[in-house]
Every structure is written in structure tokens, then in C-alpha cells.
């Protein structure tokens, strides 16, 4: 498979506006931003409201992060064809197997 495309944490400030911005990428995704954001507002809860940032942060840097979203969309065509020549899968060890869960060595994950 080709090279695997890692998310950027960097590539999204950590602010309500870069993630509203980044999001535009993945309009559902906005939508249910914007739901989370406005719920905490009217309630005024700071806590709520930095908790709403963690939570679509990482959604933020998927989109913000140059072809990631195009990679991930690319596999789940794939997967959605039955096509899973040369894909590898990691679990949370970062132990590698192919599509039928049968263990495969190509190296550890960094």
C-alpha cells in the first residue's frame, strides 16, 4: 500500500475559528461542531466550551492536514469494493495484519 498519511496536530490552531475553518472541509462535520459549540455557549460553561474544543480538535487536524482526508476516503472506497490487496490494519499495539486479521510482519509502528 502507499505510504500511510499521519495526521498533523499541528496543522489546526486550537482555537473555535481555525476549527470552524478547518471543518469546512467536512460540512457534517461543521454542522455537529457548531451544535456542540452553541449548546455550551448558551449555557456559559467555560468547561463545556474547552471540552467542545479537545473533542473536534483531532477532526480539525485530519481536515486541515494536506491529503489525509483523501487517503482515508480512498481506503474506505476501497474497503466499501472489497478491494484489500496490500492494506495493512494495526492494532492499538501497533501489531500489523492484513484484511482477513491474520498477523503480517512489515515492521513496527514508530
Do not use: H
Amino acid at each position: 500500500m502507499d505510504s500511510e498519511i499521519e495526521v498533523d496536530r499541528d496543522a489546526c490552531e486550537r482555537t473555535p475559528d481555525a476549527i470552524r475553518t478547518a471543518l469546512q472541509r467536512r460540512p457534517e462535520w461543521l454542522q455537529y461542531f457548531e451544535q456542540d459549540w452553541l449548546s455550551a455557549a448558551a449555557e456559559f460553561d467555560r468547561a463545556e466550551l474547552d471540552r467542545v474544543v479537545d473533542k473536534w480538535f483531532p477532526f480539525a487536524c485530519a481536515c486541515a492536514t494536506p491529503g489525509y482526508l483523501d487517503q482515508v476516503e480512498q481506503m474506505a472506497k476501497r474497503l466499501a469494493e472489497g478491494d484489500t490487496e496490500g492494506m495493512v490494519f494495526r492494532d492499538a499495539e501497533g501489531n500489523a495484519y492484513d484484511a482477513e486479521n491474520n498477523p503480517i510482519d512489515v515492521g513496527r509502528c514508530p
